[in-house]
């Protein structure tokens, strides 16, 4: 009779549903599409750079000069920012993937300590990708008020990949957003 | 007709008596109903303190191109794009504290355990926020970085060294929005928290 009726004392020792299996396969796959994710934002930013030639006219009576520039990643803190967080997201879904797969069937603070890591991970990557998106955004379309110009007309390929790892990046944000609603929802089944 | 029940007595088959004598002891002594409260409360205050403070950060400084010649040069939050998504994110916070604040206090004079129930909407819920807010933090923390140090590479130059007060008002508000989502964060944990202790309790 305590078996049946108190599920949420024994845990998994006596119950392995086909429901609760379900859910277990979906948290760990979203985990793994997050992994994913998070880790190509990161290298797709971090091997982001351009260089290009800008011509300019120093004195209108000569042609024009053809100064090279470079644009790298490691320019724009905000890019730093974005890449770190994903490095980070990226290392603490593998950690919490071993750790989720060991623990199987067992304790349950471990569920509990991930998913409130997952919260904490979900803030980061989403004021990552704040940052980076409000920094793209003047790089894109400048800002007169402040005279700060647009720069992704010179470096189109560079503003292309940064938006690639942003949405990559906001994709991994997501991911962990619906590792917290699986928690929840498994957690809900149980009550 | 209680041979299933054998430890419960007979008239306990009619549950709403017995729970409603119950849940108010159940609550009594426990702390995470105030402090979800306490919380709310507070989040609304700094929300609205953000808001508030970078709705007033214009500042109007005459630049002088030759003597005798001055025009005004303003410095206001709709100038950046990431500066109004601040304001509407944190305004969205404010109000949602307030709902979510009413709605914590009703569910907690119910009797019924809805106030439990009420914690899964709020994990989701409050998750999601959390998002919004931290996206706006960032945005804002971000652009006003590149306006205090500016960025050589982009010849962006700095607007903090002529538009002090305007800066400080900016840090100010974007501090505020930092502990507005700490906040957020703090509710989650709360929730989850109180969510697995009623697990564990069956």
């Known amino acids: 009779m305590d078996m049946q009726y108190k599920e949420g004392i024994n845990g998994e020792v006596g119950i392995r549903s ?23 934002a990161a290298v797709v930013l971090g091997a982001n750079n351009q260089s290009t030639t800008v011509s300019v006219k120093i004195v209108p009576s000569l042609p024009p000069v053809n100064l090279p520039v470079t644009a790298k990643w490691l320019y724009m803190s905000a890019f730093v920012y974005l890449v770190i967080a994903n490095a980070i997201a990226c290392f603490y879904a593998t950690m919490s993937l071993v750790v989720t797969l060991a623990a199987r069937g067992g304790k349950k603070n471990v569920t509990l300590i991930v998913t409130i890591l997952d919260i904490v991970m979900v803030a980061l990557l989403f004021s990552a990708m704040g940052a980076a998106g409000a920094v793209g955004l003047i790089g894109l379309k400048g800002n007169s008020h402040l005279q700060w110009g647009k720069v992704c007309n010179v470096f189109d390929k560079f503003c292309h990949q940064t938006a690639a790892a942003m949405i990559l990046s906001f994709n991994g944000s997501i991911c962990y957003l619906l590792l917290v609603v699986l928690a929840t929802i498994n957690v809900y089944k149980k009550f | 007709m209680a041979s299933h029940d054998t430890t419960t007595p007979p008239h306990a088959t009619i549950e709403k008596p017995l ?51 001055a025009i005004p040069l303003e410095a206001k939050f709709t100038q950046s794009p990431a500066f109004i998504y601040a304001i509407a994110a944190l305004s969205v916070a404010c109000l949602y504290s307030i709902i979510t604040g009413v709605l914590s206090v009703f569910a907690l004079m119910k009797p019924g355990g809805s106030w439990t129930k009420l914690q899964f909407h709020f994990v989701i819920l409050d ?33 903090c060294d002529k538009f002090g007060s305007f800066c400080s008002h900016l840090a100010g508000s974007i501090v505020l929005s930092l502990v507005s989502s700490i906040t957020l964060l703090l509710l989650v944990w709360l929730s989850v928290y109180v969510l697995s202790k009623k697990l564990a309790r069956g």
């Open chain 1, 18 to 40: 086909a429901g609760k299996g379900k859910v277990k396969r979906s948290d760990l796959f979203v985990r793994f599409l997050a992994l994913v994710l998070t880790l190509a």
């Open chain 2, 127 to 159: 998750a999601l926020l959390l998002g919004i807010v931290a996206a706006a933090t960032g945005g804002a923390g971000g652009v006003a970085y590149i306006g205090l140090k500016g960025n050589s590479h982009t010849n962006w130059n700095k607007v």
């Open chain 2, 19 to 69: 729970k409603s004598s119950q849940l108010p002891q159940q609550y009594k002594g426990s702390w995470g109903p105030a402090l979800d409260v306490a919380l709310r409360m507070f989040l609304f205050a700094t929300a609205i303190v953000a808001v508030i403070i970078m709705a007033a950060s214009k500042q109007t400084k005459l630049i002088s191109l030759f003597p005798g010649f």
